[in-house]
């Protein structure tokens, strides 16, 4: 929780008050405003927060072992089991799964976030 807190603190951060107050003179309510204001300010940030949350989750060993349910192993599980028995050789194919797992959200979403604010000249938004 940590990590995605201190993403979402520095979008807020971003965020003036003057949105605010321009907001309400336009007779915006506290919900509009955050819905029409503050999420396309903060989406950046949000998914960043969930990318860090999904990546450290993903990796997560501890709280794996601790919550397994019976007769099933996750791939963290079985890269640690390999592991210690050191079997390594079938511990890299679970381990490099995770790696990919986690991978692909972080090049989606880094794709997503540096081409969020591009446009096209024919796009009617613009």
């Known amino acids: 929780m940590a990590v995605s807190i201190q993403s979402l603190e520095s979008g807020l951060a971003k965020i003036r008050p003057s949105y605010d107050d321009a907001a309400h003179s336009l007779g915006h309510t506290a919900s509009s405003t955050l819905t029409h ?6 989406r950046g940030s949000l998914l960043t927060a969930v990318m ?17 349910p019976f007769n099933f192993d996750t791939l963290a599980l079985r890269v640690y089991r390999y592991a ?17 797992v986690g991978l692909l959200p972080v090049i989606l979403l880094s794709w997503q976030i540096a081409h969020a604010g591009v446009r096209s000249p024919e796009d009617p938004a613009s």
């Open 84 to 100: 210690s028995d050191e079997r390594l050789i079938e511990a890299s194919a679970p381990a490099l799964a995770i790696v990919l």
């Open 37 to 42: 204001i503050h999420a396309p300010l903060l």
């Open 52 to 68: 860090l949350v999904f990546v450290d989750v993903m990796k997560e060993l501890p709280a794996t072992i601790v919550m397994q």
